[in-house]
């Protein structure tokens, strides 16, 4: 074991956050799959070892990626992304449909299926990445600079969104900020924003003709969150994650004691931080907060103590989606937005999720890595020199003496 941390390199910091989130999805999963353990005659233990078998998993991702030099994704998310697009079309029109939309594919022979979104989201961030510190010279000029750079993030987003809207706009937003650090100019910025609006419109326009896709699901979202034309069955998830918000207060009912759980339809992916609020009050969900937003600047000193454009892109790209991605479940829990879906990483229960999650987090380590071996040397190298000057000042002394 003594070995095994001596070998664990980068931010320590974030290692421990990724380790409290661990620890603390166990007490939650735990909690909240006894339903889901009686739907499938089986106890809330079998779905804890689950989890408990990702996180592990999820961990010793974060260990190999972080071992890995950062500059050989810059080559690999060639590869990537060009797989991704094949990936997308696939689940689109042949995935596991899922509250009407195809999101997941099935690994033949294996029996486990894969969100393609969260390998596209590794696939995009990386690409852009590369990307951006290719085109840092001409990176005002709109068809040498923005175009290169624009093209990709709408292939994704327009293959993403037909089937899941809410990972599109998430994506779409995290690429306008990288895009904003990585020198773009503002106009060439509202143009993407125009043109991705533009995009949604004639998704949902295409769906609402055809009546195929998720259009009237979105529309739908948006007309129960602004309390129009809805009833008690459409309210039900925000209606039963408020009655958990109410009975958390501020130190919550105590580990295992919700009642939402047994009322909420996915206590234990979408609606978890409801959850984590009603058994851990505003103090847990404080916490939870807290730990993210922590990952979130130990990222950003990460992206300004690295010298080279794509370690630094690549570092804050990744963490800024986590983050962000996090945010939008809490939003929704608390009734701040629409219904999307999105689950809390490291927290909530999954399989491939984590692991994708895990593969973010390893590449933002192996940046910070890269970017403490370097000052090391540097330090490394001060020191002797300075050593070596005062031995000549030393010796120079003893010469005049």
């Known amino acids: 074991m003594k070995k095994l941390l001596q070998n664990i390199k980068g931010d320590k910091v974030i290692w ?15 909690s909240t799959t006894d339903r889901l353990a009686l739907e499938h005659n089986s ?36 590869y990537l992304f060009l797989a991704s697009i094949p990936l997308l079309l696939y689940t689109l029109f042949f995935g596991t449909e899922l509250n009407s939309g195809s999101r997941w594919i099935s690994i033949p022979f294996v029996g486990v299926t894969i969100q ?40 994704i987003c327009g293959l993403i969104a037909p089937a899941n809207l809410s990972t599109a706009l998430l994506l779409g ?63 039900y998830q925000t209606d039963q994650a408020n009655i958990a918000i109410a009975n958390g207060k501020i130190l919550g009912r105590g580990p295992g004691n919700s009642y939402a759980k047994n009322f909420l339809p996915h206590p234990y992916s979408d609606f978890v931080f409801a959850i ?3 058994e851990y009050g505003l103090f847990g969900a404080s916490v939870v907060m807290f730990c993210y937003l922590l990952f979130l600047w130990r990222s950003i000193n990460i992206f300004r103590r690295c ?23 809490m939003a929704v829990a608390v009734h701040l937005v629409p219904v999307t879906g999105q689950t809390l990483p490291f927290i909530s229960k999954g399989g491939s999720s984590i692991v994708f999650t895990a593969i973010a987090v390893g590449v933002i ?37």
């Open 276 to 278: 984590v609020i009603e």
């Open 173 to 235: 937003a995290t690429c306008c900020f990288m895009f904003f650090i990585g020198r773009i100019p503002m106009k060439h910025i509202l143009l993407l924003i125009v043109a991705g609006i533009g995009l949604v419109l004639c998704i949902f326009a295409i769906s609402k003709l055809t009546g195929k896709g998720r259009g009237g699901t979105w529309q739908k979202r948006i007309e129960v969150f602004m309390g129009k034309n809805a009833d008690a069955d459409d309210t």
């Open 116 to 155: 393609t979104s969260d390998l596209a989201k590794l696939a995009i961030f990386t690409f852009l990445a590369r990307q951006l510190s290719l085109k840092q010279k001409v990176i005002g000029d709109f068809w040498k600079g923005f175009f290169p750079v624009l093209f990709p993030v709408l292939v």
């Open 16 to 30: 421990s956050v990724v380790v409290i989130l661990s620890l603390f999805s166990l007490l939650l999963i735990y």
């Open 365 to 401: 380590l192996s940046v910070s890595r890269y970017v403490d071996e370097m000052e090391g040397k540097q330090q490394l190298v001060k020191q002797i020199e300075k050593e070596e000057q005062e031995k000549a000042a030393l010796a120079a002394a003893q010469n005049n003496s």
């Open 307 to 329: 010298p080279y454009a794509f370690g630094a892109f690549l570092s804050i790209g990744l963490s800024f989606t986590l983050v962000f991605q996090a945010m939008i479940n």
């Open 43 to 78: 106890t809330p233990f079998r779905f804890l070892i689950s989890q408990i078998f990702y996180l592990i998993l999820g961990l010793g991702t974060v260990y190999i990626f972080h071992k890995i030099k950062y500059t050989r994704f810059m080559k690999w998310s060639v």
